[in-house]
């Protein structure tokens, strides 16, 4: 049995053998966002978000994949390789595949584009392949940091939907002042499953990034 957690802040793959191979990067729009992804040998990163206006934004952040894992009541640790041969890169779709031999467990950290327009979807499949059961420490599913200048004005648009009372706002549209600190999951209450990022707020063409996590 293999139990999992996966943050809502979401969102997202190995093998030994001849799957295992160098580093991939690849590309994925929607007619709001364009992202630029890239696949290391030992973890995937965002590397940047391009708003439909053209502004990019450059994130300096690797996602961290889980470093361990309980085994039998002991923490093992977990070597992550990238598996281009268990990769997909599709023309709305991108799932970059990490595994483990030991303990075997595939990791997929997937976008999705489903149409032409609105948000793009990010979530992360994690399988435990072994015949153990394994207790999994909570996994973020995105990790950015965007380089911006204080003087420029930011806002963030997030919306409630998941498990149990959302509050009393629904919708929430916030500064995002020097500092700024967001947690997208609530637990046991509910998730924040999108999210969009505006540069001013003049227009459409000032949003940086739209993003739903699933």
Known sequence: MLRHFVSCFVVILLCGGKGISAEKTASLQSSDTILQLHAGLSMPQLLTITSRS???????????????????????????????????????????????????????????????????????????????????????????????????????????????????????HVEVPVGYKWHGTYVEILCITWLAIFHDCESADDQIFNLKFV
């Open 54 to 172: 053209g502004s990019a934004w450059y994130n300096g952040s690797p996602e961290a994949l889980i470093k361990s894992v309980e085994v039998d009541g002991h923490e093992t640790p977990i070597d992550w390789k990238f598996n281009e041969g268990a990769s997909r890169i599709e023309a709305r779709r991108i799932g970059f595949t990490y595994e483990s031999e030991s303990p075997h467990m595939r990791l997929t950290w997937e976008w999705e584009a489903r149409a032409a327009f609105g948000p793009v979807e990010h979530q992360i499949h994690i399988q435990n392949l072994s015949d153990r059961e394994l207790w999994l420490p909570l996994q973020d599913s995105l990790h950015f940091n965007l380089p911006i200048k204080p003087q420029v004005r930011l806002e963030e648009i997030y919306i409630e939907k998941g498990a149990s009372t959302p509050s009393d706002v629904g919708t929430h």
